[in-house]
Structure formats: structure tokens, C-alpha cells
């Protein structure tokens, strides 16, 4: 497919969220190690249900891409802006890499860059948080890589199976972000 290159990174590349890969993310949301992840493990997502949420993930308060590697223009996960505040400049944001084999290759690091970029420099946020489990140390520490900060925790509010963990809140400020591809752009 021939994907939209919104924010183009060395290793991949973020293109306006649609439709089009319905079934790679229904597949992924259903997976129990991303949905685990994401806080979406009792979630029921049909094709059907996973199509109207993506078509729905663009609107007034949020921004929702595709994750695209670069070398082949493979979709490989979902990066978005949520509950985006124009009044008090702030977001949430959340993503995933669907396959395992794609992680720990620096894509999530980078479309977590593109991600600020977008929301600070484009969207002209002044706060992005994300909100995550204490069990999930890959976001933590990619996200602690790109400048984040830990903010607080909601001890023991998530169960699974007989273990209990907390929700981790962390944020970065525009002034703590530091490699905009579109500050490069402008000061060619």
C-alpha cells in the first residue's frame, strides 16, 4: 500500500491513521502480549468493532498514525495523541509495536520522538503524559530515552491473575524535548 509520509524519521515514518489495516491491528489487539500492554485484555475487538475504532481514532481531540518501517513500508503499530486539550496544551499518548520481532529494533524510540514532535511542534502542546503499567519496563524505558519523566503512580490498580501492579503516570514538557525533525526542516 502506498502510505501518507506525515513525520519521516531514519527508521520509520508516521502516516495518517485509517481503515486500511484493520486486520493486522484486530490481530494485534487480540494478542495477549500487547493487550496486556495497552490495558486492553478484556476488550472484545471483532474486525468490525476494530474498523470503527479506527476510523473514529482522528478527531477533534486526537491524533492517531500508523507506525510505518521505513525499509519496506510495513505497518508495524499505532501511535496516537489522545484526549488533546487545545485550551490548557496537553495530551495523552499512547502506542505499540504489534510484533515482537519489531521491538527492540529503536522504531518505538523514534515514533515516540515523531509522536512529541507532532504534538509540541505542530500542535503547539506544552505537556504530553503517558499513562502505563509498572510491569510494562520496555515503554518506561523507551519513553524515559525520549525525556520523560516519572509523575506519580496509582499503586495496585491493575490485577492480573493474582498479581496486582500499579498504573505509572510520566510526562515531558515541549522545553524538555530536545530532536525535532521539523525544527531541522525549518532551519535548513
Known sequence: MNYLRKLIGEKC?????????????AKWSNNMEVAIRTGDISDMITYEVQRQYLQNMNSSTGYAFYIIRKEDDEV?????????????RNAIMGMFIGEGSDRNQGVGTE?????????????????????????????MKTCKKCGFKE??????SIIYGKNEYDEVFMDILNEEFQESIIDKLLNK
Not at 508495524?76 to 490548557?88: C, D, P, S
Not at 509522536?115 to 510491569?135: A, C, H, K, P, Q
Open 13 to 25: 515514518y508516521l502516516s495518517p491513521l485509517n481503515g486500511s489495516e484493520t486486520e493486522k491491528v
Open 76 to 88: 508495524v503499530g499505532v501511535g496516537r495523541l489522545m484526549r488533546v486539550n487545545f485550551i490548557n
Open 111 to 139: 515514533a515516540t520522538k515523531l509522536l512529541l514532535d507532532f504534538g509540541f511542534n505542530v500542535l503547539n502542546l506544552r505537556n504530553i503524559m503517558i499513562e502505563t503499567y509498572s510491569f510494562n519496563e520496555p515503554a
Open 151 to 156: 509523575i506519580g503512580r496509582r499503586r495496585k
